[in-house]
């Protein structure tokens, strides 16, 4: 019988004893993904009617969604960080644990001063994918990686257009709080198949935690965040937005310096400074941007009263039920978006991706009033998103040392919430400034609304040329890999294991 090639370390134990696990690691990983998405989703058809439900003003129940952006933009570098020292599932499991417990504590209770902070602890599972990727990575031979990273990377959409039309029916035709027994159960669901499936991973990038890193990091992102998020509603020249944008940039240039003199930083942004990496991370902000818009202007433009002579009147349900179509596309195509990454690499997939969200919008902006035009729009938008979202992590994982894979893409991760915030307060600015009275109430104006495309679709245009303008890269079957193997001798080992 042939023997397998030498590599440099033994095959792990519970690599040979545990095969059956093994086999679950993708779809496990992958259905935490979705849960994170979901969990994020599900108060959205909650907010018109939590301030009945806790007795709140609407401002203050506004802060269940914003309390997650935060505390997931925070968390996911460090927690990304974390992973790489101390182990990638042990943090991973840490923070499905979390986002469980915040769940529980939003069925337990009606207090809108707990269920903000529970949705604060929820922001922690925003880590998963970058931790999950980063698992992939150690663990799969290179033919398995593209599609499980792409898979991984459309958890995010598909979670999201399952979350908002599950959420309502529940909603609907439940008691609120049966939602959040049943995001509890599914959560506790993920902890013990994470626990069971997925292997540790022996990467690690040994040191001393940074933590006067991640106190500035966390100081400046809330203040960067909270001025974004909030400014609509404070008013962008008042004292507080303008302190906060005034703070941000002060602790962020201080946490910049430290970071650049820490010996073991919490982000090293000597990475940054190559191109492959930095335009990664410009290419994930503008692509964030341009993918959340779609979702915002949809759910509004459909639910508007049709005595605007554009909108449809739909309800919450139906709503969810027009975006669902994107979610599954985003499951179909991830498969795809991999073979263009092997074949044509990730950068022009990245590109291929942007470019097609531009497309959707210029559908969008041709059609707007018809239905089945609505929903090809948000779905060509979505295709294009399942393409770019793929593309970056690959891009990451090739451009990093194999220690630091956890963190930049939590990084990564970290920009595309950014972009996210940022195409929130723009398309809000937008709608606001373009609206009129109707049925006593100001609603946003169809021309308005294609202003927002136009302005997705300009910024997915930018995503574009900024792809093209990350050096190309080839992947070399002896480079060196995690445990010090090359791909071509990880693989052998894994098949004579």
């Not at 996911?76 to 020292?85: F, I, K, S």
């Not at 506790?188 to 990467?203: H, L």
């Amino acid at each position: 019988m042939d023997q397998p090639a030498p590599i440099s370390d033994p095959p792990d134990a519970r690599v040979v004893g545990t095969r059956a696990r093994d086999r679950f690691t993708i779809p496990v990983l992958a259905f935490c993904g979705i849960l994170m998405a979901v969990m994020q989703t599900v108060v959205v058809p909650l907010l018109p009617d939590l301030p009945r439900l806790t007795g709140a003003s609407p401002a203050t129940v506004s802060w269940t969604v914003t309390a997650t952006l935060l505390s997931g933009a925070v968390l996911t570098p460090v927690l990304g960080r974390a992973g790489d020292m101390y182990g990638k599932r042990r943090v991973l499991t840490a923070a499905l644990a979390l986002m469980t417990a915040g769940s529980v504590m939003c069925a337990l209770s009606s207090d809108i001063g707990v269920l903000i902070a529970a949705r604060a602890l929820q922001g922690a599972a925003a880590s998963v994918v970058p931790l999950s990727i980063s698992i992939l990575r150690d663990e799969l031979p290179r033919e398995r990686r593209g599609s499980a990273v792409a898979l991984m990377s459309s958890t995010v959409g598909i979670g999201a257009a399952l979350g908002l039309p599950l959420a309502a029916l529940v909603v609907q035709y439940a008691d609120w709080h049966t939602m959040f027994w049943l995001t509890s159960a599914l959560g506790a669901t993920g902890v013990t198949a994470v626990w069971w499936a997925v292997r540790e991973s022996p990467v690690r990038e040994p040191g001393r935690f940074d933590v006067l890193g991640a106190l500035g990091l966390a100081a400046g992102l809330v203040c960067l965040l909270l001025a974004v998020s909030q400014g609509g509603q404070w008013g962008w020249a008042g004292p507080r937005i303008v302190g906060l944008f005034l703070a941000a940039v002060v602790v962020l240039s201080l946490w910049w310096w430290q970071q650049l003199r820490a010996r073991r930083p919490l982000v090293d942004l000597r990475l940054v400074f190559r191109p492959r990496v930095g335009l990664s991370h410009v290419a994930a902000t503008l692509t964030g941007f341009a993918f959340y818009a779609n979702s915002l202007v949809t759910a509004q433009l459909v639910q508007a009263p049709k005595a605007t002579g554009y909108g449809l009147g739909l309800s919450i349900v139906a709503t969810g039920l027009c975006l669902l179509p994107g979610g599954v596309t985003m499951l179909l195509f991830s498969p795809l978006s991999a073979r263009i990454s092997a074949e044509r690499g990730p950068r022009v997939t990245l590109a291929l991706g942007a470019a097609v969200i531009a497309c959707g919008y210029a559908v969008r902006i041709a059609d707007s009033r018809d239905l089945w035009m609505i929903i090809l729009g948000a779905t060509v938008v979505a295709t294009g998103t399942t393409l770019a979202y793929s593309a970056l992590p690959t891009l990451i994982l090739r451009a990093v040392p194999a220690g630091q894979t956890a963190s930049a893409n939590g990084v990564n991760v970290l920009m595309r919430t950014i972009g996210q915030a940022i195409s929130s307060a723009a398309v809000a600015a937008v709608l606001v400034h373009h609206s009129s009275p109707v049925g006593g109430a100001e609603v946003p104006t169809l021309h308005g609304y294609l202003l927002a495309f136009a302005m997705a679709g300009a910024v997915a245009l930018a995503a574009c040329a900024a792809a093209l303008s990350i050096p190309g890269d080839r992947a070399d079957a002896n480079t060196p890999e995690p445990h010090g193997r090359t791909p071509r001798a990880r693989d052998q080992a894994v098949e004579g294991a």
